[in-house]
């Protein structure tokens, strides 16, 4: 069973850090792109950053330059960096990747279930 499996959420105070980690496991034989997203109550979810394979990076405006992603495709794995966090980046966390398994020809995007981030004093 493939399944991607967040962690490292939890509460900040404004200003600090956290890092996000999401790993694809089961029978995978290549992985696209693989992301972040986020939605916060009665928000819908947005992007927040993207990694492909060939390596281009995807972010939004609004956690650029505060916000890193990076993947690791020897263990795949996903993380975020989340730096200088601010009580508006407050939401739950989802992973997202596009995995080519075992019974498909093509590649199917994959969620996480969530890590909750609040960030507040």
């Given at each position: 069973q493939v399944r991607l499996v967040e962690s490292g959420g939890g509460l900040?105070?404004?200003?600090?850090?956290?890092?996000?980690?999401c790993v694809a496991s089961g029978t995978i034989f290549s992985i696209n792109t693989m992301g972040?997203?986020?939605?916060?109550?009665?928000?819908?979810?947005?992007?927040?950053?993207?990694?492909t394979s060939d390596g281009n990076i995807n972010t939004a405006d609004s956690v650029k330059?505060?916000?890193?992603?990076?993947?690791d495709n020897a263990k795949n794995t996903v993380y975020l960096q989340m730096n200088s966090l601010k009580p508006e980046d407050?939401?739950?966390?989802?992973?997202?990747?596009?995995?080519?398994?075992?019974?498909?020809l093509h590649y199917n995007s994959y969620w996480?279930?969530?890590t909750?981030?609040?960030?507040?004093?």
């Open positions: 900040v105070q404004p200003g600090g850090s956290l890092r996000l980690s972040w997203y986020r939605q916060s109550p009665g928000k819908q979810r947005e992007l927040v950053a993207l990694s330059g505060r916000f890193t992603i990076t993947r407050t939401a739950v966390y989802y992973c997202n990747a596009d995995l080519l398994t075992s019974g498909y996480g279930q969530g909750q981030v609040t960030v507040s004093s």
